[in-house]
């Protein structure tokens, strides 16, 4: 776009600028503020998506949000975002094919999109000024962004109207139309009555926190709920509703019963003991598991998360407060195996990264690093020399190839 060009390049000035003075006035904030133009993605905010999201006062209303908004973003080909009053995309689900498009600038979960970082675009701006907006293509302020189109809607604490968060719809020329903007201002509203009627004493029968799954190193892995007034309740999860749940959060836009089936068992399960285990944990666990596909209705928390959001962080001693050991150590999922592997080996090279010696001295006391080789190899370089680790590390290396014969 010309006129972007030339403002940016101080040609024009704020009054020469033939475009909606919402626009104009965004555009000066974002320069006046230093974001770069060219930047090819947004930023991603340190504090975590896991933090970010147990902390969101909007969490409890995204079935509602799926329900309205996300359940129709597919035919429609736009994604569906809920940030928080930060700016932080918290939770970005809707059409793979659009996803896989505005990940590229980073518009995914965990990003942040304020107006401070990224510019003109409907979210960000939407909680800058505290109204709904809608941004069309070459309106944004950067230009990564210009290929498409949103609209958002702030969120509201109904009794102090205090800024929750926002909604917004982003994709292509289809969201150009102020129908557009209705639906996204109408869940807005659905939003704002629905997290107030669950603020009236009594109402509340559901658990006032996300549950917590908890599945690394235990051998009966379990769900944990805190109700109102603090009472913990906990609900031993089967083996194989475990495998499933694992996955299902693992996979944020579902899977289908035939998915599933491949993934949970090397025989590839029949479809129907698929669904019939589905149908057991949902009288179990009530509102977790939504159709078509099957995905988690509501935020999750896990252990796994939590160790995967450190990780992410780059926090290896973190990571290792949370790992209590192996996913699903008893799982005979090829799915559950892979990710058992896979999260291992990830916490594994932190820790030997940091050449930390404590950090390290918890790895190899886990029962994946009894046979870890190269991580007793390290302890025994890294420890003085008389030191009791240094003995204990050129001991257990000893032990270890008279082991292998």
Not at 75 to 81: I, K, M
Not at 142 to 149: I, L, M, Y
Not at 332 to 352: D, F, H, K, N, Q
Request: hydrophobic content about 45%; proline content about 4%.
């Amino acid at each position: 776009m010309r006129l972007h060009a030339d403002f940016l390049a101080g040609r024009i000035g704020l009054q020469d600028l033939a475009i909606r003075a919402v626009v104009a006035e965004s555009w000066q904030r974002s320069r006046s503020g230093g974001v770069d133009p060219l930047q090819g993605e947004a930023p991603s905010d340190g504090a975590g998506l896991v933090a970010l999201r147990a902390a969101s006062t909007l969490a409890p209303a995204l079935p509602l949000i799926r329900r309205l908004l996300v359940d129709h973003a597919e035919e429609a080909g736009v994604v569906v975002a809920v940030a928080d009053a930060a700016g932080n995309l918290l939770w970005v689900e809707g059409d793979r094919s659009t996803r896989s498009r505005a990940e590229r600038m980073n518009f995914a979960a965990g990003a942040n999109w304020s107006e401070r970082c990224v510019g003109t675009n409907a979210p960000g701006t939407a909680l800058a000024l505290d109204r709904e907006i809608h941004i069309r293509g070459a309106e944004h302020f950067c230009e990564v962004a210009q290929r498409f189109s949103c609209a958002a809607v702030p969120i509201h604490d109904s009794v102090t109207n205090k800024l929750l968060g926002v909604i917004d719809v982003t994709g292509g020329p289809e969201v150009d139309s102020l129908k557009s903007l209705s639906l996204v201002r109408a869940t807005a509203v659905a939003v704002e009555k629905y997290l107030a009627v669950l603020r009236q004493p009594g109402l509340q029968a559901a658990p006032s926190r996300s549950p917590t799954i908890r599945v690394l190193g235990f051998d009966r892995p379990f769900v944990e709920s805190v109700h109102d007034g603090g009472r913990v309740g906990t609900v031993t999860l089967a083996p194989r509703h475990a495998d499933i749940l694992v996955l299902l959060g693992n996979h944020a836009d579902g899977l289908s019963a035939e998915e599933l089936s491949v993934m949970l068992d090397e025989k590839e399960l029949d479809v129907g003991t698929v669904r019939a285990e589905v149908s057991r944990m949902r009288r179990v666990l009530p509102g977790l598991i939504g159709s078509r596909p099957y995905r988690l209705m509501r935020p999750v928390n896990s252990d796994m998360a939590a160790v995967l959001d450190a990780l992410d962080r780059r926090d290896a001693a973190d990571a290792l407060d949370h790992y209590g050991g192996a996913l699903l150590p008893r799982s005979t999922s090829p799915a559950i195996a892979g990710a058992r592997t896979e999260l291992s080996s990830a916490v594994r090279t932190a820790v030997l990264a940091t050449g930390d010696l404590a950090l390290l001295r918890r790895w190899l006391d886990l029962p994946e690093g009894r046979d870890d080789r190269d991580g007793w190899r390290l302890l025994h370089n890294k420890s003085e020399a008389g030191s009791i680790s240094r003995a204990q590390a050129r001991g257990h290396l000893v032990a270890l190839d008279l082991d292998l014969g």
